[in-house]
């Protein structure tokens, strides 16, 4: 791999952009205008933190796309994106003239005060942290705006090969991860303590390998990031535990998750763990979970529908006897965002198609006992599905 | 310090949500639809993992509150929730019924069809990672929907004795992990491995004092955060940056974050550090910094308006000459969120009322070659302001 393959180029970019423009055509659209910062890193590559202050990238239909931004962030954009035109910025939020007013009087000036916009906001701003302000449709009352989300959106749904390379490499130091974390285990200590150790160990292991070629894109203490998430003993039984209030003892069920951002996308590799001898009801419940995870991974393939996928892990699971312990749907797509759109769920009829990714991970849950699930991304081929997380699935394997 | 100390009381929860109905019996509001997790856990203390799954918590006026959710909630909701009278599932998103149009049903069913309905989000969901739905508000014709932001936004500007204690609580670990943390940096070392080492070295030892009393309430790989996020070197001269592209170096200007979060709530404290002896370059705009700040610390207090704060700051960095490396306003609120309003901002002029806390965080960025900003917490008193942050300011204290 080369520096560049650690994340997308800017040719795949501009290929992004022009794919983009080729739908506003198609639409007559005159600007799409995105303030979301997963829509706006697809885009331009450019990350940055979300914060209260509206940032908006502007793609018009004939002219090269800009920025909008806080001043805080003219330097960032300047010095990471050499995509964007201008960047014009405003002081700060909410400043004596609000920031939606200024970027309506840019709109203006860039003769796109009475186009057709497409936006993922109307508001004009992605609005985090108590944000208030006027919307951008009011205060551009020439212009049409239109939902704008899906002419990023649909692009996300299948992956490009760069995307899939990146999600391998990501897939491939969880793998690391999630080894380093087995080892660290131990009885008697809280699973926090154990998950940030090992995101560390791991994180050093990675940046020796990769060095300067390594970027991390998103927000967070560590790109890598691996720990069971309070899913320990009892509190495995919640798939959203947020932290345990136990230490790990013997005989608890935990469910791990390594996720390693590469050039922005992220792996998701999950695991049940048994922490010594496993007792026979872990047995049944370990049995039932593998056995539908293996029914949903033989049934990816191109041409199929999502909730086909969720229909068999489900049917298996009922075959155990074991329905009653079903609390979510089979698994979500999967790349920038950690959960994406199509849902392996009955709700969801996309048919697959090559090049999408996805988790896989039914789970079974018993209150106030354990919970288990696996999770591994696969990638749609042109016949069936390669697994992008390689890890040990059997009980004996996974006993520690 | 007692078990309950380290989280918000059941009893101040009950009193919070007393406050809410005061609120709407005022404005004649039927019931407070809450989709926000900030808000969600300001009002009862729940915690979750905000996804494309809508949940919602909802305050009748006059019947007890109760929960919609994700089937993959209730059994933590249960737990940790003992304000909820009801907790309604629905199998998953998107469904074969779309969750909202369930929840559509469930509010008509608790007699709220044609209600005056409060909400923060007219479509019902917080709306994440690619969530699509219908609007609540379409479906749910014969009720009035009107904006409850402000309901819970504006009783969260003043903390509570409670909060405050929590914020401090919070800083002291803030503190012990900027120690580690300056103990950690060395020369050649990326600053996302001496970030993540040392926030795991602080967490063992706050587990460590803490033990069972301490509960992570939001998600992260570790509720202590401390590093330097990429300001190192010319990488701090990027307010936002997030990682660099150079591993720490002799005669870098360093700036770091150090945040705890206890109960929900995190400081701020932040310092620019030197890596060996600073040049007149760096003491020039590291003294222009420390002035700015001290001419803010000494500013805020009960009856003045949050833009005087800025403006004394703003006028500090003129008088030395170095308006030119200004990026930002001085600060902001802190709380549940890491930005809250009010802003110390030439736009807003909310006065100052006891019982605020704000970061005071002036900053001085060259590009190319450093930034300058500490960041305190601070808490408006009955006269003048406390410091909820204690560390070291000065240029030879922080020379490493």
New interface residues.
Partial sequence: MSLKDLRISEAEHKTRIEKIRGEMRGSRIGALYLTNPTRIMYTTGF???S??RPLALVIPMDEPLFFMA???????IR?ECTLADEVYTY????????PIRIFARQMAERGLGSSVIATDSFDGAAG???Y?GPSLRDLMSKARFVDG?DIV?SMRLVKSKQEIRLLRESARWCEVAHDILLENVRSGV?D??I???S??EA??RM?KRLG?RY?????????V?V?F??QVGRGS???????S??KIRRGDVLVSEAGVEVGGYTSELERTVIVGKPGSKVVRYFTAMLKAQDAALHEFRPGIACSKVDDVARQSIEASGLAEAI???TG??IGL?????P?L????RTIMRQGMVFSCEPGL?V?GYAGFRHSDTIEITGKGMDLITHYPRGLEELTI
């Fill in positions: 990350s940055y933190i914060t209260e806080p001043q805080l962030e003219y330097d960032h010095g002081p700060d939020y909410p400043g004596k003239a609000h985090g942290f108590g208030r989300r959106d809280h926090a303590l998950a940030v150790r995101s560390h994180l050093a940046l300067q970027v991390q894109f998103k927000i967070a203490l560590s790109p990031v720990g998430r309070g039984a919640i798939p959203h535990a947020v932290y209030k136990e609390r979510h749907h979500h797509g965002d950690g959960h994406e759109p849902w769920d009955p709700g969801d849950y209150p």
